[in-house]
């Protein structure tokens, strides 16, 4: 899947922080430098450099990962400050986005801000063939419902579900799995929610660790 995209709910909602400068944010917090980063994860540094700055793009594999190195949520990479009380994302405004993808293409749009870091919800639209390149894997557990078209869940051992619209489908996101749309001539639509953090700060928040002053994996 192609482009990480952050859409603005239909509430008025405070200038989001661009993801760039969460990242330089973040890695310098952590004391890190980019050089440091490029050596851990395989980026080009000339690639993290511009990335900070805004001037490059990422698509949603590699913030995944870049998320994972950082030891945060994808979810805390976007605003900085709560919105309104309730974001709304109106179906007309979602199939505006989906009209503009082409066959293999796929759009993202979160659907919520840093207030929730318990969940990150996320609109996926897939185009016909298109889905991921890659077997994924991650800390926590998902909830998938199929909104429009049909999608396959594949993993290594080269089981296939197949999830039809109005299908729900539940899995543990440690297993790899890559998700497809199962259709070469019709998009799919999904949202997944995942749920819970991977980020030890919120685990602690939560009571479930008790605070050790130590790095964390990446």
């Given at each position: 899947?192609?482009?990480?995209?952050?859409?603005?709910?239909?509430?008025?909602?405070?200038?989001?922080?661009?993801?760039?400068?969460?990242?330089?944010?973040?890695?310098?917090?952590?004391?890190?430098?980019?050089?440091?980063?490029?050596?851990?994860?395989?980026?080009?540094?000339?690639?993290?450099?511009?990335?900070?700055?805004?001037?490059?793009?990422?698509?949603?594999?590699?913030?995944?990962?870049?998320?994972?190195?950082?030891?945060?949520?994808?979810?805390?990479?976007?605003?900085?400050?709560?919105?309104?009380?309730?974001?709304?994302?109106?179906?007309?405004?979602?199939?505006?986005?989906?009209?503009?993808?082409?066959?293999?293409?796929?759009?993202?749009?979160?659907?919520?801000?840093?207030?929730?870091?318990?969940?990150?919800?996320?609109?996926?639209?897939?185009?016909?063939?298109?889905?991921?390149p890659d077997f994924r894997?991650?800390?926590?557990?998902?909830?998938?419902?199929?909104?429009?078209?049909?999608?396959?869940?594949?993993?290594?051992?080269?089981?296939?579900?197949?999830?039809?619209?109005?299908?729900?489908?539940?899995?543990?996101?440690r297993e790899p799995r890559?998700?497809?749309?199962?259709?070469?001539?019709?998009?799919?639509?999904?949202?997944?929610?995942?749920?819970?953090?991977?980020?030890?700060?919120?685990?602690?928040?939560?009571?479930?660790?008790?605070?050790?002053?130590?790095?964390e994996d990446s």
């Open positions: 899947m192609s482009i990480a995209e952050k859409e603005t709910p239909d509430s008025p909602q405070p200038e989001p922080t661009p993801i760039g400068a969460r990242l330089r944010e973040i890695r310098q917090g952590k004391g890190l430098t980019i050089q440091q980063v490029a050596d851990a994860t395989g980026f080009a540094l000339s690639f993290l450099s511009l990335l900070e700055r805004d001037k490059v793009s990422i698509n949603v594999d590699n913030l995944t990962r870049l998320a994972r190195f950082y030891g945060v949520r994808m979810v805390s990479l976007f605003d900085n400050e709560p919105g309104e009380p309730v974001l709304h994302f109106t179906a007309a405004s979602l199939a505006a986005k989906a009209a503009t993808i082409g066959p293999g293409g796929a759009i993202f749009t979160l659907l919520a801000d840093r207030r929730y870091r318990h969940l990150e919800p996320l609109h996926i639209v897939v185009g016909p063939g298109g889905g991921d894997s991650y800390e926590g557990e998902s909830l998938m419902v199929v909104l429009e078209g049909s999608v396959e869940i594949l993993d290594r051992k080269g089981a296939r579900t197949l999830v039809e619209g109005g299908d729900f489908a539940f899995f543990d996101g890559r998700i497809i749309n199962a259709s070469m001539d019709a998009r799919a639509a999904l949202v997944i929610a995942t749920s819970p953090p991977n980020d030890r700060r919120d685990r602690i928040v939560d009571g479930d660790e008790r605070l050790i002053i130590q790095s």
